[in-house]
C-alpha cells in the first residue's frame, strides 16, 4: 500500500513563499498521479493541485493558480506544491494523496497523509 508523507508547512507572512513536499512510498510511484489539498478552519477540503503520472499534465484550482505550482520527482518518488504570493485564505491543513487519475473525485483519492499546516499572517 502506497504511503504519502507531507512537510514543508509553517508560519509566514502574506505575500511570502513556502515549498511543501509530499513523499511517496511502500508502491509504485508511477502507479499513481498526486493531489494536493487543503482544508481550511470551519470549511470543506478542497482540491487545490494535481499532476498526472503519464505526461505531467497538471490541474490547479482558480484560487490558487498563477501563484501555486506541482511539480514531481520521480528519481525522488516525491511531488512538490511551490506556494508564492500567499494570502491569509490560503491559511489551512495541506494534504497529498494519490489516485489513479487526476479527474477523479476526491473521494477516489487514497493513502492520505497526515497534513501539514500552512499558516499565512497579514
Known amino acids: 500500500e502506497v504511503q504519502l508523507v507531507e512537510s514543508g508547512g509553517g508560519l509566514v507572512q502574506a505575500g511570502g513563499s513556502l515549498r511543501l513536499s509530499c513523499a511517496v512510498s511502500?508502491?509504485?510511484?508511477?502507479?499513481?498521479?498526486i493531489g494536493w489539498f487543503r482544508q481550511a478552519p470551519g470549511k470543506e477540503r478542497e482540491g487545490i493541485s494535481c499532476m498526472s503520472r503519464r505526461d505531467d499534465t497538471t490541474y490547479t484550482s482558480d484560487s490558487v493558480r498563477g501563484r501555486f505550482t506541482i511539480s514531481r520527482d520521480n528519481a525522488k518518488n516525491a511531488v512538490f506544491l511551490q506556494m508564492n504570493r500567499l494570502k491569509p485564505e490560503d491559511t489551512g491543513v495541506y494534504y497529498c494523496?494519490?489516485?489513479?487519475?487526476?479527474?477523479?473525485?476526491?473521494?477516489?483519492?487514497?493513502?492520505w497523509g497526515q497534513g501539514t499546516q500552512v499558516t499565512v499572517t497579514v
Open positions: 494523496a494519490a489516485a489513479l487519475g487526476c479527474h477523479l473525485e476526491m473521494s477516489q483519492f487514497r493513502s
Open positions: 511502500g508502491g509504485s510511484f508511477d502507479d499513481y498521479d
